[in-house]
């Protein structure tokens, strides 16, 4: 059984930036596809990003394209997310995944099995 803990959220103003950790365990996130997804109050949870095992194939949603990276520390079985240029929209609870062994990507939630608890990232105007 995997567990993932999420940090680095917090409040930043429009157009600053934040790097969001996911500190796995029970899971070698190089072996895993691994995702970050968010959820704004009252809307679904959305896909953000995702990387495939061993992290040679990424994926982000359009809305966050050229702004946000999705990157791996194998050393420390971590999974990062750096987000530039926040935007209010961009406001959520930012939650990490880790889906099957060997696979790739997926911007489906259905596709992870396990999740953190999430973190709440706030961008002011």
């Known amino acids: 059984q995997a567990q993932l803990v999420e940090s680095g959220g917090g409040l930043v103003q429009a157009g600053g930036s934040l790097k969001l950790s996911c500190a796995a365990s029970g899971r070698t996130v190089s072996s895993y596809a691994m995702g970050w997804f968010r959820q704004a109050p009252g809307k679904e949870r959305e896909f953000v990003a995702g990387m495939s095992w061993g992290g040679g194939r990424t994926g982000y949603a359009e809305s966050v394209k050229g702004r946000f990276a999705i990157s791996r520390d194998n050393a420390k079985n971590t999974v990062h997310l750096q987000m530039n240029g926040l935007k209010p929209e961009d406001t959520a609870v930012y939650y990490c995944?880790?889906?099957?062994?060997?696979?790739?990507?997926?911007?489906?939630?259905?596709?992870?099995?396990?999740w953190g608890q999430g973190t709440q990232v706030t961008v002011s105007s």
């Open positions: 995944a880790v889906g099957r062994y060997g696979s790739n990507w997926s911007s489906i939630p259905r596709d992870y099995d396990y």
